[in-house]
């Protein structure tokens, strides 16, 4: 049986592929077991199996995102 937990946020500043390469690289460097999903249409991230949602928005905002 999985514990696995999606966390969603809402990245206003996330406007193209780069930024989703790099939040999406970042979230897996700091949790190599996370899956990310983004949606750049909608600014829509969602991840899987990562840590809490505080720690995962520091991750996204030291990349310099703002993650809602």
Known sequence: MSNS???AFTV???TCGHCAK???GAVI???PGAKVDIDLATKRVSIENAGD???V???IAAEGYSPA
Do not use: E, F, H, K
């Open 12 to 14: 206003p500043d996330m």
């Open 57 to 59: 928005a520091s991750v």
């Open 22 to 24: 790099t939040i999406t």
């Open 53 to 55: 949602r505080a720690a």
């Open 29 to 31: 460097a700091a949790y």
């Open 5 to 7: 937990t999606t966390l």
